[in-house]
């Protein structure tokens, strides 16, 4: 059956598993079956990436395959030729489409209309990619998720809907601090919470960002404007300005907590200098970890396409 990673939701039940799978994977970088030998990984990209195209056209090749990157200014789509058009001629070609999107309709339009699966590259609501390779990095530092405490500052965006959600299958606590208006989701949180209550975790929503640091095991922040926001680069930063994560931030979370940001980072603004450069940042750890999650990913779905249910 299609299998589609559109949400951090759709791994409700096997997240830990893929995770599990990355770390195996990491072992064996090059000596790893081709078992995706002559598969074929349409990327779409509405926006700029660095990791997230690297690491699923590394990984592809790795496994065997091969991507094809597609910017719909070159494509037909940029020509108004519809989105659900556009998944059934590229079904008929590609094995596997990932799409990063400004809509989180459009994705979603995409995989409803595509025989492949369909991976969610980010858009404006989740980047659940990011976050396998996020829990993954920690699970290595703490050799477990269960009852760990992630804390995430700043904007309630894209990455903080996709923490949550991820936070709550796994049973990890998670404190977001975020201004007024910018909070997370609301419908995630509240799927979030439900799942915590499962799962004995926790989602907190706060305003005080040194509250939610408070005794976290790893603190977490991304960009205060996100790809597609520029023009409220002004309002943003002026909204986000007691919401860095600094030194003093960082002294209320655990001795032995970690920093963490998905990158790209901006030093002085979301993040001082001294925390993304300093002895607890493991950000470049999580960024390499992209591909080691990008091939779990696409082991996982191609998988589901073999398996009947
Ligand atoms: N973290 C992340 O998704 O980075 P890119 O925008 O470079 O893909
Ligand atoms: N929130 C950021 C994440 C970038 C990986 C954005 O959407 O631009």
Redesign the pocket.
């Known amino acids: 059956m299609k299998r589609d990673l559109l949400s951090a939701f759709d791994m409700k039940d096997d997240l830990e598993q893929i995770i599990d799978l990355s770390i195996n994977l990491k072992k064996r970088r090059y000596d790893y079956e081709p078992v995706l030998a002559r598969h074929i990984l349409g990327m779409i990209f509405e926006?700029q990436?660095t990791?997230?195209r690297v690491s699923l056209e590394t990984a592809i090749e790795q496994l065997g395959g091969h991507a094809i990157y597609l910017n719909p200014n070159d494509m037909q789509v940029g020509r108004g030729e519809t989105v659900a058009d556009t998944a059934r001629v590229l079904s008929g070609f590609v094995d596997f489409i990932s799409y990063r999107a400004y809509s989180s309709e459009n994705v979603a339009e995409l995989a409803r209309n595509a025989s492949v699966p369909v991976i969610n590259a980010?858009d404006?609501k989740e980047?659940p990619v990011?976050i396998v390779a996020d829990f993954m990095t920690m699970k290595e530092k703490f050799g477990k998720l269960k009852g760990l405490k992630l804390a995430y500052v700043g904007?309630g965006?894209?990455?903080a809907n996709s923490l949550i959600a991820g936070a709550s299958i796994l049973g990890v606590d998670v404190s977001v601090g975020a201004p007024h208006g910018h909070k997370p989701d609301s419908s995630i949180v509240q799927r979030a919470n439900e799942l915590a209550k499962k799962n004995g975790s926790k989602v907190e929503i706060l305003d005080d960002p040194m509250e939610a640091a408070e005794n976290a095991d790893a603190v977490y922040t991304?960009?205060w404007?996100?790809?597609?926001?520029e023009a409220e680069k002004k309002e943003k930063e002026r909204q986000f300005s007691g919401f860095q994560v600094n030194d003093s931030l960082m002294s209320k979370a655990k001795k032995s907590a970690i920093f963490m940001h998905?990158?790209?980072a901006h030093r002085g603004l979301e993040v001082s200098a001294s925390v993304i450069d300093g002895p607890r940042s493991i950000v470049f750890q999580q960024a390499e970890n992209r591909l080691h999650t990008a091939k779990a990913i696409l082991l996982t779905l191609h998988k589901s396409m073999h398996t009947h249910s």
């Open positions: 926006k990436s990791r997230t980010l404006n980047h990011q904007d965006n894209n990455m991304d960009v404007v996100s790809m597609g926001e998905c990158l790209p």
